[in-house]
């Protein structure tokens, strides 16, 4: 037996054929595969926002001077941030490294081997990578037909084994919302209720007033997507009081880098402007959907997040995908069950957006031909 081979016998059995977060590719990776140069690429594949961070930002991290100095471990000055800007108390507060970070935190904190956790599906696909992670099992329930949440369904999938319930509001990767009731509906089962709220500030509509009467409701967000903060990783959880505290006690010391704390200090001073590009988004959105429905091999759905997700008829999902690539145009392409023959694109600029629609009126026109 081979050195290597010996070292990996020693891996947990869990993980063998473990099968990593699908991340996207890199425009600086696709490099030969295009028909344009790099900087050409229009990335529309992973809900970036197009107009970036705050100009505040970028000033600030230039003129930094401590970072050779950890971060507060505590998050002091980031919770208090966040307190003024979501309205609820500091103490139920934890950020971390993206919103992914927190998923996998309340998870490491509630899910041991064996245990169940329900996610409605299509979903983020987090969900799945950190139920595996701590050896639970994911138990999916399907959306319907247009994505929708039946409550009977997931109240039927509860079991005693059944430690949380995952919900994305809007959806990841439909962008369609749960109504409220509905979730409430969900939230009074008793069991730990965590709804993403990463593309809220898109949607306008949050669950975040009922944690108070609901001490099973937790909620995350993020500074990927409105902020323009996705490259700092920086999100952050509501949380039951003891939920929080247990969360800071397991979280890696220094989770959230001072930059980050910098960038969210930035952000939260200059909201009107953030805003404003939120609202170009959305926007945006409406008038893509409105594109996106003039083509004949595309069915769109509309959405509240700052993507649209498209099935693409005749199953020829991977061959748009691979020819929009090919162009300098990235998507993402779902090759999974419940997604088969679908992409999903991100909402860019107006001019990204009469790119876009160009190159698959080019497009449908050589897949008829």
């Known amino acids: 037996m081979s050195q290597g081979a010996g070292i990996e016998r020693l891996i947990k059995p869990g993980l063998v054929n473990f099968k990593g977060y ?10 030969g595969e295009l028909t344009v140069p790099v900087e050409g690429v229009i990335k529309l594949d992973a809900n970036e926002n197009p107009y970036g961070c705050s100009p505040k930002v970028n000033r600030a991290l230039s003129a930094y001077p401590e970072l050779n100095i950890y971060p507060d471990a505590a998050q002091t000055e980031i919770k208090e941030l966040l307190a003024g800007y979501t309205g609820v108390g500091a103490e139920r507060i934890v950020a971390g490294s993206g919103s992914g970070d927190l998923i996998d935190l309340l998870l490491r904190l509630l899910v041991e081997p064996g245990d169940e956790v329900i996610a409605c599906v299509p979903a983020f696909s987090m969900f799945r990578f950190s139920t595996r992670m701590y050896g639970g099992r994911l138990v999916e329930v399907p959306r319907n037909q ?9 109240k039927q999938a509860v079991s005693q ?8 509001n809007p959806n990841n990767p439909s962008g369609n919302m749960t109504p409220q009731p509905k979730i409430l509906e969900i939230a009074d089962t008793g069991l730990p209720l965590l709804v993403d709220e990463a593309y809220v500030e898109f949607a306008g509509e949050t669950v975040l007033p009922l944690i108070s009467r609901y001490q099973n409701l937790m909620v995350l967000r993020t500074f990927s997507k409105w902020a323009g903060l996705a490259g700092l990783r920086v999100g952050y959880g509501i949380f039951p009081p003891e939920i929080a505290d247990y969360l800071m006690t397991i979280k890696l010391p220094y989770n959230v880098n001072v930059a980050a704390i910098v960038a969210v200090r930035e ?49 020829r999902a991977a061959e748009l995908h691979q020819r929009l690539k090919q162009r300098g145009i990235m998507v993402r392409y779902f090759d999974t069950p419940l997604l088969a023959n679908s992409i999903r694109i991100s909402v860019g600029k107006p ?19």
């Open 267 to 315: 952000s939260l001073s200059d909201i009107d402007y953030l805003m404003a590009n939120v609202r170009a988004i959305v926007a945006e959105r409406e008038r893509l959907l409105t594109e996106l429905k003039k083509l004949e091999f595309l069915t769109p759905y509309p959405s509240r997040a700052n993507f649209i997700l498209c099935s693409v008829r005749d199953g």
């Open 146 to 154: 247009d994505f929708s949440v039946t409550v009977s369904a997931v």
């Open 161 to 168: 084994k059944t430690k949380l319930i995952l919900l994305d």
């Open 22 to 31: 699908s991340a996207r590719e890199s425009a600086e990776a696709l490099e």
């Open 351 to 369: 001019e990204h957006t009469d790119a876009l629609i160009r190159a698959l009126r080019d497009i449908e026109e050589e897949m008829n031909g």
